[in-house]
């Protein structure tokens, strides 16, 4: 079997899971918060920080995190290879996002780990 150099590496079942399954663990994450917002009306400093401060919290935003940006990225691809005809256009912009959502991810893990 040949393979091109050329041809996608994304396959379009993959994709659809991986969208579907970031999409439930960011469905948890939102669901964990509205419980603490219901639990805690108006959090005051101490309780927001008492919250971050626990390790299991933050490997949970973690995780939320890291299925947002996987999220995203896939999203996103799959937008600029439908509609950005331009090879070169494509390039620039898949290289602008996955670089910004690596330095997102990384300033959150600098922010969580800093608390």
């Known amino acids: 079997m040949v393979k091109s150099v050329l041809s996608n590496n994304h396959a379009g079942l993959r994709d659809w899971l ?4 970031s999409a ?5 994450y939102f669901l964990s918060m509205i419980t603490f917002f219901v639990l805690n009306p108006n959090p005051q400093f101490y309780e927001w ?3 971050f401060t626990k390790t299991w919290f933050k490997i949970a935003s973690i995780l939320f995190f890291l299925a947002l940006v996987w999220h995203a990225w896939v999203g996103m691809w799959t937008i600029y290879t439908d509609y950005v005809k331009c090879y070169v256009v494509r390039l620039i912009l898949h290289t602008i996002t996955l670089l ?7 300033a959150l893990l600098l922010i969580l780990w800093g608390v």
Do not use: E, H, N
Not at 24 to 28: L, Y
Not at 100 to 106: E, K, Q
């Open 18 to 21: 991986i969208q579907r399954l």
């Open 24 to 28: 439930v663990i960011m469905a948890f």
């Open 100 to 106: 910004s959502l690596l330095g997102f991810f990384l």
């Open 49 to 51: 920080q008492g919250l």
